[in-house]
């Protein structure tokens, strides 16, 4: 790493720790050290593009760099993303603009990463000198995504960073998403090197792009499901106090405890399935066992007739008729619980 590299990471990380509160006074400082990660990289883009630079600094990479040489070309690329960002995450109106920017040179970092585990990609051909090294790499990980952090109450950022349950969602499968293809990509450069002239490039890249779409299939799954989930705790909650369990172990638990008005069961769940679950409900509680609705995939006769042979009041296949199971709960004349 270059001095001047390293001295653009110092105003980064000065600039952004000065606007972390922006109620303070220091805000006006932080900018200023973000223009100057700006016109370091900038400087250097220039610079290099027209092949002269004044004195003391120095164009030279490589083995001819000395302590005054200026950003490698593709890191001085990277100081104008990370400067622009910085200058504009500080504006409400622009916050959105700056994550954009701090994401691309979040991902460009990634893509640098991989290009270092291949070891024959073109980034990785421009080291010495005109490439990014592994240490600048791993600065601009760093500082990028301290950037996003920084303003996640506005911007792109509220959608990941906020307490709703869609977020939490959103954020349980961003990494799956993002580390998945990397893996992928891991793979498919180890079976190239690996097989031979058993296995050529077209192949392995239609490898790689079915693997991609059955990710995003899993993902767009996951995620419909937990927003169906999430949408159907929101309506029920309307007149009622919703408690949700992820496993039946705790959701017998808290039924034994408190008795609900009304227990809401799936049928496939891990280690004791739906149906076993209300019977023991039935069987604890007795007199007092609460209205037990399954809300289930399953839709065959023969489940329906095992589940409500098992203890159940009604049986429900998804997706559930939000307004039949209203009704189910209203016609109970349960207290809310």
């Known amino acids: 790493?270059?001095?001047?590299?390293?001295?653009?990471?110092?105003c980064a990380a000065v600039a952004i720790l000065l606007q972390l509160d922006a109620r303070r006074a220091v805000p006006g400082a932080g900018r200023a050290l973000a223009l100057a990660t700006l016109a370091l990289g900038?400087?250097?883009?220039?610079?290099?593009?027209?092949?002269?630079?004044?004195?003391?600094?120095?164009?030279?990479?490589?083995?001819?760099?000395?302590?005054?040489?200026?950003?490698?070309?593709?890191?001085?690329?990277?100081?104008?993303?990370?400067?622009?960002?910085?200058?504009?995450?500080?504006?409400r109106r622009t916050a959105g603009v700056a994550?954009?920017?701090?994401?691309?040179?979040?991902?460009?970092?990634?893509?640098?990463?991989?290009?270092?585990?291949?070891?024959?990609?073109?980034?990785?051909?421009?080291?010495?000198?005109?490439?990014?090294?592994?240490?600048?790499?791993?600065?601009?990980?760093?500082?990028?995504?301290?950037?996003?952090?920084?303003?996640?109450?506005?911007?792109?950022?509220?959608a990941?960073?906020?307490?709703?349950?869609?977020?939490?969602?959103?954020?349980?499968?961003?990494?799956?998403?993002?580390?998945?293809?990397?893996?992928?990509?891991?793979?498919?450069?180890?079976?190239?090197?690996t097989a031979g002239p058993g296995l050529d490039l077209t192949t392995t890249i239609w490898l790689f792009v079915w693997g991609l779409l059955v990710i995003l299939i899993v993902v767009v799954w996951r995620l419909a499901c937990?927003?169906?989930?999430?949408?159907?705790?929101?309506?029920?909650?309307?007149?009622?106090?919703?408690h949700v369990e992820h496993a039946p172990a705790p959701a017998l638990a808290r039924v034994l405890a408190q008795p609900p008005g009304a227990c809401i069961l799936d049928i496939g769940l891990p280690g004791m399935d739906g149906?076993?679950?209300?019977?023991?409900?039935?069987?604890q509680l007795q007199d007092d066992t609460p209205l037990l609705v399954a809300l289930t995939g399953y839709g065959s006769e023969t489940d329906r007739a095992l589940a409500l042979a098992s203890g159940f009041d009604h049986y429900l296949v998804k997706p559930a008729d939000l307004g039949q199971l209203a009704a189910l709960l209203g016609g109970a004349q349960a207290s809310p619980g």
Not at 1 to 10: D, E
Not at 228 to 240: P, V
Not at 275 to 283: P, S
């Open 275 to 283: 149906r076993e679950l209300a019977r023991r409900i039935r069987a």
């Open 1 to 10: 790493m270059y001095p001047l590299t390293a001295c653009g990471f110092v």
């Open 99 to 158: 994550q954009a920017l701090a994401a691309g040179v979040l991902l460009f970092s990634l893509l640098t990463l991989a290009g270092f585990a291949a070891e024959d990609t073109a980034l990785y051909q421009l080291l010495p000198g005109r490439g990014t090294s592994l240490r600048t790499a791993l600065g601009f990980m760093l500082a990028s995504g301290a950037v996003l952090w920084l303003r996640r109450d506005q911007g792109v950022m509220v």
């Open 160 to 193: 990941l960073a906020s307490p709703t349950p869609s977020s939490r969602t959103l954020r349980r499968l961003l990494g799956p998403l993002v580390l998945t293809p990397i893996l992928l990509g891991m793979v498919a450069t180890w079976a190239v090197r």
């Open 42 to 91: 900038a400087g250097g883009v220039v610079m290099r593009a027209a092949d002269w630079a004044p004195a003391p600094l120095s164009l030279g990479i490589g083995a001819a760099s000395n302590a005054w040489s200026l950003p490698a070309p593709l890191t001085a690329g990277l100081f104008t993303v990370l400067g622009a960002s910085l200058v504009l995450i500080g504006a």
């Open 226 to 242: 937990q927003l169906y989930r999430q949408d159907l705790t929101r309506a029920l909650a309307e007149g009622y106090r919703v």
